[in-house]
DNA sequence: GTCTATATTGAGATAGAC
DNA sequence: GTCTATCTCAATATAGAC
């Protein structure tokens, strides 16, 4: 066993407690106001502890992000290789995407606030690729639906950003309003409707 | 003249350089994290004239928000008053938001981050109401259609959310890409994809 | 690993001269 | 109205004992 599994096996629970406390912090005062003493005492225990464990506030608040953010990368990955009609494909890929917000809650609203609003002084993370990834994944979804009939042949640009817009929203709404005025099923009916727009009239 | 007039006519300058200032500092780096010391450098004048015109750095923020939020609230209330068929109103009520939003970017974008985000410490304003209000007039002109035969009769709550999902996007690109992604023709033909959707099959 | 105690910096805010 | 100089407090961070 070497050094470090062994370090990692006692720290434990205070990392985690740090990591919790900080989270729920960084979300009800921002990453600026969110004091190292409130974290501190919100873990029950003292300063240098945060600072054995994560360098600094940055570290700290690094370490909280990297993890959600390489699962959230790695479910991106495995949704777009689900098979189907461009409809079912978009709505899958909708759902999983909202599941897996609904699922990281406080994290999803850290990420937000941070991408959307100031930095606060919190250390860069590129937000930016993953959204724009993302926005890319419908983009051709919608597009080869255009080109096989499946979808109006003018469904290009516009049509993304409308199924775009309904995704975000549904999001946004998980961690902005208590409770979300928006859940899974009332998502897919919204783009059921939008998509009776986009559909190719074949009637 | 009273003392308030001339008071408020000697101040010209030095209080809107302030306000600006702060403007762009709480946009920039957050309300919590933009220091007093960089809203008076950026001002070109010193600590003190900033506690004299606002009393504090909460003040300077109120009276920062309360103009335009003001402004933004009769808007609200004239655009209502639009006559026409439904689907041309919430084109209608949609465009004038935006392009509200549009001509007043750094307000609107510092609005959402604290909305949307973290607090940050500052004093707290009531724009949730505002928010509902706007879905609320949306939710009313998609129910009026429903029920005269202009929309379709199951166009209720999913399709205000989906209406209001497009508009929400629209407005956050407004201030969160440069240059924004969507802009007003295109938000509409958006809107248009939708609501062919929406619309009561006639044919 | 975790503590007490403290160094150091920068924050918001004010006194008092002009 | 605007300045210089300063107060007070809380922030991040560390030294050093256990």
Known sequence: MT???????QDGGVRERLLAAALGLFN???Y???SVREIVEASGVTKPVLYY???NKEGLYLELMNGPL???ESSLKRVTAFQGGVTERILHFCLTILELVRENVE????VYAIYYGPPQGAPHIDFNTLFDRMVESIGEMVREGAENGELRPD???DGAWAVISILNTAMEEQFCHTPPRIDGPQMERMLRLLM???AAKTA
Do not use: I, M
């Open 3 to 9: 050094q470090e599994e062994k370090t990692a096996r």
């Open 32 to 34: 600026a106001a969110a």
């Open 107 to 110: 994290v999803a609203r850290l």
């Open 70 to 72: 390489a699962e959230f």
């Open 155 to 157: 469904a290009g640009q």
């Open 53 to 55: 464990y994560f360098g």
């Open 196 to 198: 009776e727009g986009l």
């Open 28 to 30: 009800s005062k921002g």
